[in-house]
């Protein structure tokens, strides 16, 4: 095991982003040319419930609350989604509800909501696009320009961030590095980023090492660690095994049904891996939340487990 967390675990990134210093210092490097400075933050319930049986609840890594009343959620994605742009708006739109309540009238509405606004770090791309960060928002057809601004979205690629490539790079770019490196990684992290970084981010390197955990703490790193390269092993094994599947189809002359019947085969071992985790944590007494979020199932599979 390295001697510091690796911030791409689920466990981690909570841990260590799960506090105000750094998470400001993060928010406002990012943010404050589009929003202004913030200058406090609360953290809000992660969790949003089902309203029923038939509804998806959704369980959040970090939310919170700033100083003008925007709220703020901070995602980590390692696996990769086909569809996880929807998912990221159907997040964005579940916490929107938290503002609405039943009966409300629009006529009788005297504000707009606050901004809402996600934040969503993918290790892998989402599109073809080069760049390292994708901000989306609500524009006009016509003349592009800005037709509602109470939702925006930012996916961070770390696929495609490249410190070494930037010419004056900025806070915002040393919070990247560090996020996309500490751990495993921590050799390839530029020398210039700890020049650089404010006294947040050198904090939170401090608190990184593993060697500070509490058992109870070192435990729960650890399974995030194999859920992390369990995501990791999959996804490459998904990549590569659909690849060579669509060669072998295409010489063959066979539908793409091939590749596919293949593709469902690994998603099948992917969730007997997730409940393997799943069953490891729910022995070492960690509460069900926690084990939701790590092994990717829902509390719901996780019940029928006990």
């Known amino acids: 095991m390295n001697q510091y967390i690796d911030l791409k675990t689920d466990w981690g990134f909570k841990h260590l982003m799960g506090r105000e210093p750094q998470m400001l210092s993060f928010l406002n490097s990012l943010l404050s040319k589009d929003y202004g400075e913030i200058t406090s933050i609360t953290f809000d319930n992660v969790e949003i419930p089902p ?7 959704v369980i959040f890594d970090i939310c919170c609350t700033t100083d003008k009343g925007d709220k703020i959620i901070v995602e980590m994605q390692n696996y990769s ?15 929107m509800e938290r503002f609405f309540r039943r009966g409300l009238r629009w006529g009788k509405m005297t504000e707009d909501i606050p901004r809402i606004v996600g934040i969503f770090f993918l290790r892998h791309k989402i599109s073809e696009s080069p760049h390292d960060i994708l901000m ?32 004056r790079p900025t806070l915002k770019d040393c919070w990247i590095e560090i996020i996309k490196n500490l751990g495993n990684d921590m050799y390839r992290i530029d020398p210039s980023v700890y020049e650089c970084a404010d006294s947040a981010l050198l904090e939170l390197i401090e608190k990184a090492k593993v060697s500070a955990l509490t058992d ?3 435990v729960r790193y650890e399974a995030g660690l194999k859920a992390l390269e369990d995501a990791v ?9 659909v690849r060579e599947a669509s060669e072998k189809s295409f010489a063959e002359g066979r539908s793409e049904g091939v590749a596919e019947g293949i593709a469902k085969g690994i998603i099948a071992g992917k969730t007997q891996n997730q409940i393997e985790t799943a069953k490891r944590m729910l022995s070492m007494k960690m509460d069900v939340d926690t084990i939701a979020q790590i092994s990717g199932l829902s509390v719901e599979e996780i019940g029928k487990l006990g």
């Open 216 to 218: 109870d703490e070192l």
């Open 233 to 241: 092993d999959f996804d490459e094994l998904l990549s590569d095994s």
């Open 51 to 57: 309203e029923t049986a038939e509804d998806r609840g």
């Open 136 to 167: 989306t928002e609500e524009t006009e057809h016509h003349d592009k320009s800005l037709f509602w601004d109470r939702m925006r979205k930012y996916f961070i690629i770390l696929e495609n961030f490249d410190f070494q490539k930037i010419e």
């Open 81 to 95: 989604h086909k569809f996880f742009k929807t998912r990221a708006n159907f997040y964005l739109c579940r916490l």
